[in-house]
T-cell receptor
């Protein structure tokens, strides 16, 4: 059984560009959360999706948006990239209230 | 708003020694997580502590939760080099709506020296 998968693994963009990151949750998990982890910091919650709706959002600007599809997979979109958006982006899935399983992450570098 | 503080942030210890990482949180969080992260890698789930007095052990690691003191500890027994990593605790405030976000501490970077 595959766990949480994310794509791409690494990504390099320039300032002002847009990026889309993808996440497939573990089988049987219906809730997907996205986190941003800057170098040397703990992960910061971006938002959470359940039943194709954004259920909760952290302190991130509207440049960060997302989507969940009927198969529970999810996308994170970031517009107008800034240098400060360089980070490891982690996707976590969970079956409701159970423990959260994290994917391998996407390393985004903004030049 | 839930805040999570870990200490120490950096820990260098010798193989064979014991040590404890502390995780304090500011408001009610009946569910506490511990994760391990190796350099450049994702988070590996270690423990989920669900109730007051919960204690879980896996190998040389033991985690406990005291909800009254708003404190969780991760105890390392007879450390070995393979335990070198960054350890994060995270709180999850439970609301009526169900599963909420995780709020992470800054992490404890553990280095075990031979």
């Amino acid at each position: 059984d595959a766990g949480v998968t994310q794509s791409p693994t690494h990504l390099i963009k320039t300032r002002g560009q847009q990026v889309t990151l993808r996440c497939s949750p573990k089988s049987g998990h219906d809730t997907v959360s996205w986190y941003q982890q800057a170098l040397g910091q703990g992960p910061q919650f971006i938002f959470q999706y359940y039943e194709e709706e954004e259920r909760q959002r952290g302190n991130f600007p509207d440049r960060f948006s997302g989507h969940q599809f009927p198969n529970y997979s999810s996308e994170l979109n970031v517009n107008a990239l800034l240098l400060g958006d360089s980070a490891l982006y982690l996707c976590a899935s969970s079956p409701g209230l159970a423990g959260k399983r994290f994917g391998p992450g996407t390393r985004l570098t903004v030049l | 708003e839930l805040k999570v503080e870990q200490n120490p942030l950096f820990l260098s210890m010798q193989e064979g020694k014991n040590y404890t990482i502390y995780c304090n949180y500011s408001t009610t969080s009946d569910r506490l997580y511990w994760y391990r992260q190796d350099p450049g890698k994702s988070l590996e789930s270690l423990f989920v502590l669900l109730s007051n007095g919960a204690v879980k052990q896996e190998g040389r690691l033991m985690a406990s939760l005291d909800t009254k003191a708003r404190l969780s500890t991760l105890h390392i027994t007879a450390a070995v080099h393979d335990l070198s990593a960054t350890y994060f605790c995270a709180g999850e405030p439970i609301t009526q709506g169900g599963s909420e976000k995780l709020v992470f501490g800054k992490g404890t970077k553990l280095t075990v020296n031979p």
